[in-house]
């Protein structure tokens, strides 16, 4: 089928249509490149450089009639959600919004949204977090990516769009951004790596569910193909602290510099795990990537990018 992938110059986004590419999806791309890398762009899908709020979206699927939408494109910052929540509500909202308009008025059949798993359940009481807890969000990101789902669901009621939204726990892996404030996992490799001295926030035991990017890859490749509608738990349902994360970094980096912490960030909650038991009995998606394993290959992509960066070197994909 031909699949818009927003946000597919990113970081998710490039796992995501590198593992549609490989099941034969044709592949269109919209992406703003505020954060997503030309080199990024698969090299056999049509690239759309735009906005999701742009006056041309709507002549973009007149032009491509995509028969399904996967809508990564998103403000992915809890921090810079808390300083600036009218820009985080403003993409990850309205954003979506325009996206759903302009799917139902082309006929898609199916959409999947790139929810979050984290920050919509808040201070959970029950960890790892079922799909039917009660979302309780303590970051203006959860709450928008929250109001985002409420939207599915009353486009699905008002013209019976078939959706998913998938709650992902933290991903990491190859391509991350490690110059942002997102992504602990890729800002603590290149750090380390680098030499440079990597903070830990806060006291480290706040803990988060780690998932491997290709492990949500093949999250979305499912889900696509199915007519399950609802919201669905991507994750491991593990616990791994962020202390413990910085501790297999330095080991896998080789080194050994003191850990630092520094004050803790707000909006940000202590415990965070998901329970992917519906994904796993409604999809069949289970992660196959062992937590160790995928940071190995994260060390090793950034290692390779560290090195390409010297005269003459092209950055790996």
Same mark, same amino acid.
């Given at each position: 089928?031909?699949?818009?992938?927003?946000?597919?110059?990113?970081?998710?986004?490039?796992?995501?249509?590198?593992?549609? %590419?490989?099941?034969?999806?044709?592949?269109?791309?919209?992406?703003?490149?505020?954060?997503?890398?030309?080199? &990024?762009?698969?090299?056999?899908?049509?690239?759309? &450089?735009?906005?999701?709020?742009?006056?041309?979206?709507?002549?973009?699927?007149?032009?491509?009639?995509?028969?399904?939408?996967?809508?990564?494109?998103?403000?992915?910052?809890?921090?810079?959600?808390? %300083?600036?929540?009218?820009?985080?509500?403003?993409?990850?909202?309205?954003? #979506?919004? %325009?996206?759903?308009?302009? *799917?139902?008025?082309?006929?898609?059949?199916?959409?999947?949204?790139?929810?979050?798993?984290?920050?919509?359940?808040?201070?959970?009481?029950?960890?790892?977090?079922?799909?039917?807890?009660?979302?309780?969000?303590?970051?203006?990101?959860? *709450?928008?990516?929250?109001?985002?789902?409420?939207?599915?669901?009353?486009?699905? #009621?008002?013209?019976?769009?078939?959706?998913?939204?998938?709650?992902? %726990?933290?991903?990491?892996?190859?391509?991350?951004?490690?110059?942002?404030?997102?992504?602990?996992?890729?800002i603590f490799t290149r750090q380390l790596l680098a030499g440079n001295e990597a903070i830990v926030n806060g006291d480290g035991q706040q803990t988060r569910d780690f998932v491997y990017v290709a492990d949500v890859a093949e999250a979305n490749a499912l889900a696509l193909t199915s007519q399950a509608v609802g919201a669905f738990n991507v994750g491991t349902g593990?616990? #791994?602290?962020?202390?413990?994360?910085?501790?297999?970094? &330095?080991?896998?980096?080789?080194?050994?510099?003191?850990?630092?912490?520094?004050?803790?960030?707000?909006?940000?909650?202590?415990?965070?795990?998901?329970?992917?038991?519906?994904?796993?009995?409604?999809?069949?998606?289970?992660?196959?990537?062992?937590?160790?394993?995928?940071?190995?290959?994260?060390?090793?992509?950034?290692?390779?990018?560290?090195? *390409?960066?010297?005269?003459?070197?092209?950055?790996?994909?």
């Open positions: 089928m031909k699949v818009l992938v927003t946000g597919g110059a990113g970081f998710v986004g490039s796992h995501v249509c590198d593992r549609l %590419a490989r099941d034969g999806h044709e592949l269109v791309i919209l992406d703003d490149l505020s954060t997503g890398r030309v080199a &990024q762009v698969h090299p056999a899908a049509r690239f759309y &450089q735009m906005e999701l709020d742009s006056p041309w979206l709507d002549e973009l699927f007149a032009i491509e009639q995509p028969d399904a939408v996967v809508h990564l494109a998103a403000q992915a910052s809890v921090r810079r959600s808390v %300083a600036d929540p009218v820009f985080d509500a403003r993409v990850n909202v309205l954003g #979506t919004i %325009a996206l759903l308009q302009a *799917a139902v008025r082309h006929e898609a059949q199916r959409f999947l949204f790139s929810s979050t798993g984290g920050a919509i359940y808040g201070e959970a009481t029950v960890v790892p977090t079922p799909e039917d807890y009660p979302p309780s969000p303590v970051s203006p990101y959860g *709450a928008s990516k929250r109001a985002a789902e409420l939207m599915l669901t009353t486009f699905h #009621t008002m013209s019976g769009l078939s959706y998913a939204a998938l709650r992902y %726990a933290n991903v990491y892996g190859p391509r991350q951004d490690p110059h942002g404030e997102a992504g602990v996992v890729a593990k616990e #791994t602290s962020i202390n413990e994360i910085f501790r297999l970094l &330095q080991d896998l980096t080789d080194n050994r510099q003191v850990e630092r912490h520094g004050p803790p960030k707000a909006g940000e909650q202590r415990r965070s795990a998901v329970d992917a038991t519906r994904i796993a009995r409604e999809l069949g998606w289970r992660p196959t990537t062992a937590l160790r394993d995928g940071l190995a290959e994260t060390v090793a992509y950034f290692r390779a990018e560290l090195t *390409a960066t010297r005269p003459g070197s092209a950055a790996p994909r």
